[in-house]
């Protein structure tokens, strides 16, 4: 967004300047002027969606300025300056249409508010401060930074969440998958940007364990009407999941109750992942709600029936013929010894996981007359014809990782994330995340993050860059997220970095 600056002294233009470049780069001063006429001149240029302009001026004053130049751009908004003195100049200027005024010497907080305020309304500044949210969800969510950085205030804090983490099941791999799979998070990405206001925030970001989490907030102070809107969002996730489950990739929609701060959030979400082993029993490509997950967990062998069918999967994806073997022995163990009493509801979810995520039994409709040991059955004639006479391709899990570090290593300035690389190499996101902290010691984020923290301290050092053009080569594109970041692994701002290497 378009700002210019119009200030007598020196000092304070550069004082607002420096302050602005601060609270995001997503702002842009487009010019500078020390008068009431240049001011004009500026602003019939370049348009603004702001103007910051003292009141008092030589050649002109702010007030005559401000006047003419909202005939000159109608769409500008206009911030005033003033001292203590001026307040019958600052009353002119609201009934004017003045947007805000700050008391001199400007306070940083206090300007940060005033732009948030006048540009709340325009969607290029809804869409900025929504990738600001992003940007720092992901970061509390993988561990990068703390609520220490928050006010009390803050939306992390005191705003109201829900979440849904997104598991996919399917026998489609590589290409057709990973094709699927982004068309299906460019859908969630164009519905949240139609329902974006000010007052709520939407984000997809990847979690620790590679999955990735879909998230709504809003804040009640800031419109009423916001919650029904992120509650509707989420209402609707199942329906844009159909359309998938119909080419083959069942989604299913994994969701936190209301939660109120991030803290409770992150909470639910976690357990959320402890739990998505259970939509094996409970049925795929559906939403499960929280309290749902949480009843199903109580249900005698659930966990352990739906972990094995995980396993299964898992194993016939490598091809570990023994492994394979062994979970469907365990798995008959528990159907058939009479451990568990299935519901109909719960053999009609195993079986569309069998045929959807194993692609076993599709050959038939769900008969809720069919015996259990039927799918013992079917489970032991797929290995035997697909399995055993196939080369194992379990994967040598050192090279796997190798292949993970040298790829960070020439790419860490681009935007990645592990479930891409997974799809590249051919594994699932939450077993390449797990072998990967396994093999490192160090989650897959933070190891990016710490290379790319170490990039930016060599940029520091060796080069006269600005701070935000380090940050862009290094993969970020917001000098705000950036430096947060910065802050959290150096204890110290970039700046402060450099002057002390000096």
Known sequence: MKLIIADDENLIRASIRSMVQDVESSWQIVGEGANGEELLELVNEHKPNVAIIDIRMPRMNGLEAMRLGKAISPCTKWIILSGFSDFAYVQEALQLGASDYLLKPVNPLDLERALTNTAKHNKEFIQMHNQQFENSLFALCNGL??????????????????????????????????????????????????????????????????????????????????????????????????????????????QTGECRGFDQLNAQLVQLGEWSHLRVVHGIGQRIRYMELEAEAQVPDSSKISLLFCAIKQHMHFRAYLNYQTAVGELEGLLLAGKRSSSAQTRQAIHLYM????????????DSARPESEVIRELREMGESKLREIKPREPVTADLIEQVVKYLEKHYMDDIGIGSIAQQLNV?????????????????????TNIRMLRAKELLLNTNLQVKQIAEKVGYYSTRHFTKLFVENCSSYPSDYRKSHV
């Open 428 to 448: 699932s996101a939450n077993y390449l995340s797990m072998l990967f902290n396994k093999k490192t010691g160090t989650p897959f984020v933070k190891y990016l």
């Open 355 to 366: 045929v959807q995520a194993l692609g076993v039994g599709g050959a038939y409709a769900y």
């Open 145 to 254: 930074t703390t609520l220490k950085f928050e006010e009390l205030d803050s939306v992390y804090v005191q705003g109201w969440f829900i979440g849904a983490v997104c598991i996919f099941d399917t026998t489609k791999t590589g290409k057709s998958l990973s094709d699927m799979t982004c068309a299906f998070y460019d859908d969630l990405r164009e519905r949240m940007k139609g329902l974006l206001v000010y007052g709520m925030n939407f984000a997809m970001v990847s979690l620790p364990d590679g999955e990735c989490a879909v998230i709504g907030s809003w804040d009640p102070l800031r419109g009423f009407d916001c919650r029904e809107q992120v509650q509707h969002f989420f209402d609707e996730l199942a329906g844009i999941a159909e359309p998938y489950r119909q080419d083959g990739l069942a989604i299913t929609i994994l």
